[in-house]
């Protein structure tokens, strides 16, 4: 389990991002982090494996104090945390196999690591996690040759061959279409099912948010304004969040949208489950 406790971001330009969170993700719940640009939700999620450093608070993985760590327990902490990045964050000369193992570089020894060495076992535990994410018979292309959605499911293989407890997903669709959003969203939350990861998925777009995150939690101006299911994800919640708008077209589109009926079942299950 995660847990927040009075974390508080204050930049060197006087700036607050966070204003003092108390959060908790639970094992195996999926949340979506919403907000307008600048609410601090990527702030949020890069303080918690402190690559954005807390100004004051704590951050708890299970009973390890994360703010409490040195440089070298931190190391060894953030195996626990998958990151999944908006940019994707791949070395584009080197193939999809590479990519996917260098996600045990903190598993691996020095030599190891820099000749490309590394054990039997995680290479056929990578293979694995390429089949699962639809990538099996890319393991040789150069990062640079894929599409926006198979780096990303890259990404999301690298994450996991860590073993993470809790994955950080940080806007996983900002440069996907709509069909490949919903699908890079729906094997997110596939795999944390299987696997009975949290995860906290930043995303702007409120649509996929309320059709496949158990949980939601809005953000605006550090504060967090709203902490509930998606389907009570309202007008007036929206507007909170968000500021005033005409909200009806999108809380609409959710039912109206072409949705195949695998994703409307995973949609009803959801929000039966957040209930």
């Excluded at 777009?205 to 009570?232: K, N, S």
């Excluded at 500021?243 to 409307?264: C, H, Q, R, Y």
């Amino acid at each position: 389990m995660l847990r927040l406790e009075k974390l508080v971001k204050r930049y060197r330009t006087g700036d607050l991002a966070l204003t003092g969170i108390d959060l908790e993700v639970p094992g195996g719940q999926v949340m979506a982090l919403i907000g307008p640009s600048g609410a601090g939700k990527s702030t949020l999620i890069r303080c918690v494996n402190r690559l954005v450093e807390p100004t004051s608070g704590r951050v708890f993985l299970g009973d390890t104090e994360i703010t409490g760590l040195s440089k070298g327990q931190l190391r060894l902490a953030r195996r626990r945390m998958g990151m999944i990045f908006q940019e994707y964050a791949l070395v584009e000369r080197l193939t999809v196999m590479e990519n996917v193992l260098s996600g045990r570089l903190g598993y691996t020894g020095f030599w190891r690591s820099y000749f490309r060495k590394f054990p039997q076992r995680d290479i056929n535990e990578a293979f694995r996690l390429l089949e699962r994410v639809s990538l099996d018979h890319m393991a040789d292309k150069r990062a640079d040759e894929l599409s926006g959605g198979q780096r990303q499911r890259v990404g999301i293989a690298r994450a996991l061959i860590q073993e993470p407890e809790l994955l950080l997903v940080d806007e996983p669709t900002a440069s996907l279409d709509p069909k490949t959003s919903r699908q890079i969203m729906r094997l997110i939350c596939e795999l944390c099912e299987e696997r009975e990861l949290a995860a906290i998925i930043n995303i702007h777009d409120v649509l996929l948010a309320e059709m496949f995150a158990e949980r939601i939690v809005g953000l605006q101006a550090g504060t967090i304004v709203y902490d509930g299911p998606p389907d009570r994800l309202g007008p007036d919640v929206l507007t909170t969040i968000y500021g005033e708008e005409d909200w009806t077209a999108t809380i609409d589109k959710v039912d109206e949208d072409e949705l195949t009926e695998e994703e409307l079942r995973e949609r009803e299950r959801l929000m039966s489950r957040a209930s």
